[in-house]
């Protein structure tokens, strides 16, 4: 079965860090483009992080704070979240199969989603 499956999404405090992170099965996840997305309450769903090829691109919100990496023996992908803020409070999709940029229609596969809270 073709899927993304996310975890580790929480409650956290304002300046403290959290880890997605998004396993495939079905398909080798590094042989596509991948996106992470979210989607904060009462607001449409942005693209945040964007892999494509040996590129990878972040958005002005995340930037400097949101690091992809990989682990290709587990066919995983994460994001390690740092220096959150409120304002990161959203539910977080992984996609995979997709081109940066584009409207959501276009990724293939997505994940179910990892609700991230960040509270004091």
């Known amino acids: 079965q073709l899927q993304l499956v996310e975890s580790g999404g929480g409650l956290v405090q304002p300046g403290e860090s959290l880890t997605l992170s998004c396993a495939a099965s079905?398909?080798?996840?590094?042989?596509?483009?991948t996106g992470w997305f979210r989607q904060a309450p009462g607001k449409e769903r942005e693209e945040v992080v964007c892999t494509g090829g040996s590129s990878i691109f972040y958005s002005d919100s995340v930037k400097g704070r949101f690091t992809v990496s990989r682990d290709t023996a587990k066919n995983t992908e994460f994001l390690l979240m740092t220096n959150l803020t409120p304002e990161d409070t959203a539910v977080y999709y992984c996609?995979?199969?997709?081109?940066?940029?584009?409207?959501?229609?276009?990724?293939?596969?997505w994940g179910q989603g990892a609700r991230v809270t960040v509270s004091s």
């Open positions: 996609a995979a199969e997709g081109r940066c940029g584009s409207t959501e229609d276009i990724w293939g596969f």
């Open positions: 079905g398909f080798t996840l590094h042989h596509h483009a």
